[in-house]
């Protein structure tokens, strides 16, 4: 634990690098849970903890992603105090985005690497009216994506839980409007499902259109599977975030991370 906003699933004081993950519209630390045992222990795993899911299940939704992201940038100053990597899945990436360009502010470092998955850049997308639609819309949405069991939708309980803070993300993404500001300097990775309808269609821009938000390089990885590939895919999804770091810092800790 570390606070509200951030989860630490395991403390690890030898760790040379913190992983920071933003989750996805409706997401919470629990989605990136299995990352923490597929890590060595030089890795150290941190996870934002959205308000309205979760532990947090009883707390308003937060009013835009630049307040979610101050918040986060707040939460994590005492933490990022080593050579980091952020991932963002989804509405994750601009969590994460916001989340970087108040701890700009701020004075902390950028992270090594930047990792986005699963979303076009900032400003493309922007708009839409899911988050007015009714339960039988939101429903439709979610398994356009992929990525929800259907026992969770069929259940009445689950579903009304899921579908109130899907509604509630979906307002933050479909309001947001980015903030101008000087592109980054770190890499970004950029990673996506073959099948994700929100990756389908041209690339005019180059990594579906990160290359204008960084001075550094961006480079492109996709996997089979449509918007969560992630699940499926996520021994390979860890491994590529640990290719980038130092040889000396990618010993496996579980021998599953590498099982056919």
Same mark, same amino acid.
Do not use: K
């Given at each position: ?56 299940? %009883? ?55 930047l990792y ?11 708009? %839409? ?12 949405? $979610? ?9 969770? $939708? ?38 996506? %499902? ?35 590939? $992630? ?20 010993s496996l800790?579980?021998?599953? $991370?590498?099982?056919?």
């Open positions: 634990m570390t606070g509200s906003w951030v989860r630490r699933f395991r403390e690890r004081p030898a760790a040379a690098v913190r992983l920071v993950c933003f989750p996805h519209a409706g997401g919470g630390p629990s989605s990136f849970r299995a990352w923490d045992t597929l890590l060595p222990d030089s890795v150290e795993l941190l996870v934002a903890g959205y308000p309205g899911r979760e532990d947090r299940f %009883g707390e308003p939704a937060a009013g835009s992603l630049d307040e979610m992201g101050q918040a986060l940038a707040e939460a994590l100053v005492p933490v990022l105090d080593r050579p980091w990597i952020a991932f963002g899945h989804s509405m994750g990436t601009i969590v994460a985005c916001e989340t970087l360009r108040h701890l700009r502010e701020l004075g902390v470092p950028e992270p090594t690497w986005l998955s699963g979303r076009r850049s900032l400003d493309r997308g922007l708009g %839409g009216a899911v988050h007015r639609q009714d339960e039988n819309g939101l429903r439709g949405e $979610l398994e356009r994506l992929g990525g929800t069991p259907p026992e969770v $939708l069929d259940d009445p309980v689950l579903r009304a839980a899921v579908l109130n803070s899907v509604r509630e993300d979906y307002r933050l993404v479909e309001t947001y409007r980015p903030t101008p500001v000087p592109p980054l300097d770190c890499p970004i990775r950029v990673l996506g %499902g073959t099948d994700d309808p929100e990756l389908q269609g041209p690339d005019d821009d180059g990594a579906f259109g990160w290359t204008r938000f960084t001075t550094g390089p961006v480079s492109t990885r996709m996997f089979p599977g449509d918007h969560f590939y $992630l699940v499926p895919r996520r021994r390979d999804v860890v491994n590529d975030v640990l290719s980038v770091l130092d040889p000396a810092l990618r800790r579980s021998a599953w $991370l590498d099982a056919p």
